[in-house]
């Protein structure tokens, strides 16, 4: 079997001292299901904070806008979360 070369870069700045390791698909199934959670968890967290880089693709402002042309025009029921 041929694994994945995706690979993740990761530096940890401690008191002046810089750490760096590249972390790889079979390092990531090696971790236990906590911590390839709590790492999906971090990442996530660090994305929420810097939306500098996050740019929607084109094609997002047709959908949202079809969806809510459908709204508007009674083409779909509306559902709450409750429901």
Same mark, same amino acid.
């Given at each position: 079997?041929?694994?994945? /070369?995706?690979?993740? +870069? ?11 390791? @590249? ?10 299901? @906590?911590? +390839? ?9 660090? /994305? ?9 693709? $084109?094609?997002?402002? $047709?959908? /949202?806008? $079809? +969806?809510?042309?459908? @709204?508007?025009?009674?083409? *779909?029921?509306? *559902?709450?979360?409750?429901?």
């Amino acid at each position: 079997m041929i694994e994945s /070369l995706a690979c993740v +870069r990761y530096d940890q700045s401690v008191s002046n001292n810089t750490e760096s390791f @590249i972390m790889n698909t079979i390092a990531i199934k090696n971790m236990s299901t @906590i911590k +390839r959670i709590q790492a999906m968890e971090a990442i996530w967290d660090s /994305l929420i904070y810097d939306q500098s880089d996050i740019k929607s693709p $084109e094609w997002h402002i $047709e959908v /949202l806008m $079809e +969806r809510e042309g459908k @709204i508007k025009d009674n083409q *779909v029921e509306v *559902v709450s979360i409750k429901d």
